[in-house]
């Protein structure tokens, strides 16, 4: 919450970005960052993001590094040692970093309300709309139920794609 206050006044038509952009000269007026989709982006990448690194970390620092060596030592450079070797390797943890990232934003309701304002729908802030100001529950949990069925399909292919990649 307070993360998205911070981008909040960071971005709206009367905040520092506004105010810093005015002084250098790059703007001759005030514009309005938000409330849009741009705004609800940077605001859920940025509280989402030490979860996927944090994720991702882990796996890379699993990965025996005399992988690395032997690779470079049969005459591989560090690019094709990367791709062949690191990124392969570190896939479970780029499909979990993933998942990780994509059930707590698909869910995400106090963003996308506070940076997206009324204009700009997600599901969480759609369903919301239906079950307490149009008081169309059918509506609403019929969206809650796709939302929880993309959640879960997605997390399902994500981790059979990582553990096929594990087994590799």
């Known amino acids: 919450m307070v993360r998205t206050y911070g981008w909040y006044i960071l971005l709206n038509r009367y905040g520092v970005a506004n105010d ?3 002084s250098l000269g ?3 007026e005030r514009i309005a960052f938000m409330p849009s989709t741009g705004a609800i982006i940077v605001g859920l990448a940025h509280a989402l993001l030490p979860y996927t690194v944090l994720t991702i970390m882990g796996s890379l620092q699993g990965i025996n590094p005399n992988l690395e060596a032997a690779a470079m030592s049969l005459g591989a450079s ?3 040692t990367f791709f062949h070797v690191v990124l392969p390797l570190s896939f479970p943890g780029i499909a979990g970093g993933f998942i990780l990232a994509f059930s707590i934003a698909i869910s995400a309701y106090a963003t996308p309300a506070i940076l997206g304002g ?6 969480a802030t759609a369903i919301y709309g239906f079950m307490t100001q ?4 059918s509506i609403g949990a019929a969206l809650a139920v796709i939302l929880v069925v993309c959640a879960v399909t997605l997390a ?3 981790a059979r794609l990582g553990a096929r990649q594990a087994a590799l």
Do not use: F
Request: glycine share 0%; hydrophobic share 60%.
């Open 78 to 80: 560090r690019t094709r």
């Open 20 to 22: 810093l952009l005015v």
């Open 118 to 123: 009324p204009a700009t729908q997600v599901m």
């Open 134 to 137: 149009l008081l169309d529950w």
């Open 26 to 28: 790059l703007l001759d």
């Open 156 to 158: 399902y292919a994500a």
